[in-house]
């Protein structure tokens, strides 16, 4: 699994230092999100899972504690850490009372920030593995409600007004939010573990999921119908999690598919029926996903090939493995497989190599200054494009443009 990780504080070098320091020496595979302001962070926290946040306390405007309520109220699961320059003891009760995993003083070691956050990450991993959520959850459906879905996943002849009342005798209410359809997807000869998959669907939506129910199509597939009080990046980034989980837990691989929100004008029986074609490409060919349906039809684009085409594209704008998650519909940690496994050369590496080459080819006109080139390649201050560079080809910006200058 790929942790999403956000760093924020309203110093830069401080952002880019401890990303630095994630990036070269932390064992753990990450995507690392960057904010110097709450609001910043706010929005990327909007945009997808965050499962450990860094943040400072005195910040402009929002500080750090307020921040972290707003992350937990975006996702509940997320791990936070507080950064400070000093030791805020007077934060300590309310930092506990906010479920803060940990206190890090900016001034301290190298070694000893890694060694804590190692462990932390540490903690999250093995949380994914807890098996205590294996005994939690929705209770089985009873066979009323299980007779009355089946009806509507097979009965194509059901009117609009029978359908709302079915789906309420079920235990849905279609004017508290929107139900998702949901296939998910074993391997072709493996049974999925219903009991594991509603206990973590309910453990990890928590307070945000209404109501759900699970329906058995084959002994590989079900049929699941979501109602959250959420938006749709939260139901995409919690199964994320869930599927994680369960691999953690049990070794199951499941994949899902997402279908739009459902308008109960359409007959249930025809969302399945949708639903069931794509399962049985994915079938076919399993991957371990989650995937949306209205982009599954492209899953021809969303190769290799797209990718490398879509970074070359926009390779002077911020790439994350986020945002290239939203475009192509499939989760980060798929991406960053299909990519490895064709390429031999992770996706995150690919998208800064292609940066380094872009930034080389800019450095060979004479007309632009390095903070021409800073500004165009999209880096957000001279202090991490100086260490991007560093990192890259063991030399400083001017020495390296001095190099490749006499290279040519």
């Given at each position: 699994?790929?942790f999403?990780?956000?760093?924020?504080?309203?110093?830069?070098?401080?952002v880019e230092?401890i990303?630095?320091?994630?990036?070269?020496?932390?064992?753990?595979e990450?995507?690392l999100?960057?904010a110097?302001?709450?609001?910043?962070?706010?929005?990327?926290?909007?945009?997808?899972?965050?499962?450990?946040?860094?943040?400072d306390?005195?910040m402009?405007?929002m500080?750090g504690?307020?921040l972290?309520?707003?992350?937990?109220?975006?996702?509940?699961?997320c791990?936070?850490?507080i950064?400070s320059?000093y030791?805020?003891?007077?934060?300590?009760y309310?930092a506990?009372?906010?479920?803060?995993?940990g206190?890090?003083l900016?001034?301290?070691?190298?070694?000893?920030?890694l060694?804590r956050?190692?462990?932390?990450?540490?903690?999250?991993?093995?949380?994914?593995?807890?098996?205590?959520?294996?005994?939690m959850?929705?209770q089985?459906?009873?066979?009323?409600?299980q007779?009355?879905l089946?009806?509507?996943?097979?009965?194509?002849?059901?009117?609009p007004?029978?359908?709302r009342?079915?789906?309420?005798?079920?235990?849905?209410?279609?004017?508290?939010g929107?139900?998702i359809?949901v296939?998910?997807?074993?391997?072709?000869?493996?049974s999925?573990?219903d009991?594991?998959?509603?206990?973590?669907?309910?453990?990890?939506m928590?307070?945000k999921l209404?109501?759900?129910?699970?329906?058995?199509?084959t002994?590989?597939?079900?049929?699941?119908?979501?109602q959250?009080?959420?938006a749709e990046?939260f139901?995409?980034s919690?199964?994320?999690?869930v599927?994680?989980?369960?691999?953690?837990?049990?070794g199951?691989?499941l994949?899902?598919i997402?279908?739009?929100?459902?308008?109960?004008?359409?007959?249930?029986?025809?969302v399945?029926?949708?639903?069931?074609r794509?399962a049985?490409?994915?079938?076919?060919?399993?991957?371990l996903?989650?995937?949306e349906?209205?982009?599954?039809s492209?899953a021809?684009q969303?190769?290799?090939?797209f990718?490398k085409?879509y970074?070359?594209?926009?390779?002077t704008?911020?790439?994350?493995?986020?945002q290239l998650?939203?475009?192509?519909?499939?989760?980060?940690?798929?991406?960053?497989?299909?990519?490895?496994?064709?390429?031999?050369?992770?996706?995150?590496?690919y998208i800064?190599r292609?940066r380094?080459?872009?930034i080389r080819?800019?450095m060979l006109?004479?007309?632009?200054?390095?903070?021409?080139i800073?500004?165009?390649?999209?880096?957000?201050?001279?202090?991490?494009?100086?260490?991007?560079?560093?990192k890259?080809?063991g030399?400083?910006?001017k020495?390296?443009r001095?190099?490749?200058?006499?290279g040519e």
């Open positions: 699994m790929i999403q990780v956000l760093i924020v504080d309203d110093e830069p070098h401080v230092s990303s630095a320091l994630l990036e070269k020496q932390c064992p753990y990450l995507e999100h960057a110097y302001r709450a609001q910043q962070a706010i929005d990327i926290m909007k945009q997808g899972r965050i499962d450990l946040l860094l943040t306390i005195q402009p405007g500080d504690l307020a972290i309520r707003e992350v937990h109220s975006l996702w509940p699961d791990t936070t850490v950064l320059a030791s805020h003891f007077e934060y300590a309310e506990m009372n906010c479920r803060v995993a206190y890090i900016k001034t301290e070691e190298e070694a000893d920030i060694k956050l190692n462990a932390i990450l540490a903690q999250i991993e093995a949380d994914l593995n807890h098996r205590e959520w294996r005994a959850g929705a089985p459906t009873d066979a009323v409600r007779s009355l089946m009806k509507m996943l097979y009965d194509a002849q059901l009117t007004e029978e359908t009342k079915m789906i309420r005798d079920v235990g849905f209410d279609p004017d508290r929107s139900l359809p296939m998910v997807q074993a391997r072709p000869g493996e999925i573990p009991g594991m998959l509603s206990s973590a669907l309910t453990h990890y928590g307070e209404l109501f759900m129910t699970l329906s058995p199509l002994l590989e597939r079900f049929f699941l119908l979501l959250p009080d959420a990046e139901v995409i919690t199964l994320e999690t599927q994680a989980a369960i691999l953690s837990t049990s199951q691989e994949a899902f997402v279908d739009q929100p459902w308008q109960l004008l359409t007959p249930l029986s025809q399945r029926s949708k639903l069931k794509s049985e490409k994915l079938e076919a060919r399993f991957d996903c989650v995937m349906l209205d982009k599954f492209a021809g969303v190769t290799v090939k990718l085409e970074i070359a594209q926009h390779i704008e911020e790439l994350s493995l986020v998650a939203q475009v192509t519909g499939y989760n980060t940690s798929y991406l960053s497989r299909i990519f490895s496994a064709e390429t031999h050369e992770p996706l995150v590496r800064a292609k380094m080459e872009l080819r800019l006109d004479p007309s632009l200054t390095l903070e021409d800073m500004v165009m390649t999209h880096f957000n201050s001279r202090s991490y494009f100086n260490s991007f560079i560093k890259e080809t030399l400083s910006p020495k390296y001095a190099q490749v200058g006499m």
